[in-house]
């Protein structure tokens, strides 16, 4: 069984930082597109920031320059440093990776389990 563990959240003031970690294990043949999304209350889940397996990275317009997304591939795990937090970053934080898995080199997208972040002003 292939699972995603987030770790790293938390309350923070205005301006300060947290990173966010998420490791998945299980029988895992190779990792692919791994990423953070985000959803706050009363609105739906959203993109962050992604990365490719060679390190492409993709980010939301609203978290340019503050976050940063990186991966190690020998670890099967991908992390989220988040500088210059706003209170409009609070919300509950994903994981979301792309896996082929063993037995059977199936392909599927898998998601953690979600950490809070929550930011004061």
């Known amino acids: 069984q292939v699972q995603l563990v987030e770790s790293g959240g938390g309350l923070v003031q205005a301006g300060g930082s947290l990173r966010l970690s998420c490791a998945a294990s299980?029988?895992?043949?190779?990792?692919?597109?791994m990423g953070w999304y985000r959803q706050a209350p009363g609105k739906q889940r959203e993109l962050v920031a992604t990365?490719?397996?060679?390190?492409?990275?993709n980010y939301a317009d609203s978290v340019k320059g503050r976050f940063t997304v990186a991966r190690v591939n020998a670890k099967n795990t991908v992390y989220l440093q988040m500088n210059s937090l706003k209170p409009e970053d609070t919300a509950v934080y994903y994981c979301?990776?792309?896996?082929?898995?063993?037995?059977?080199?199936?392909?599927?997208?898998?998601w953690g389990q979600g950490t809070l972040v929550t930011v004061s002003p």
């Open positions: 990365i490719t397996s060679d390190g492409g990275t």
């Open positions: 299980g029988s895992i043949f190779s990792t692919h597109t």
């Open positions: 979301n990776a792309g896996l082929v898995t063993a037995p059977g080199y199936r392909y599927q997208e898998v």
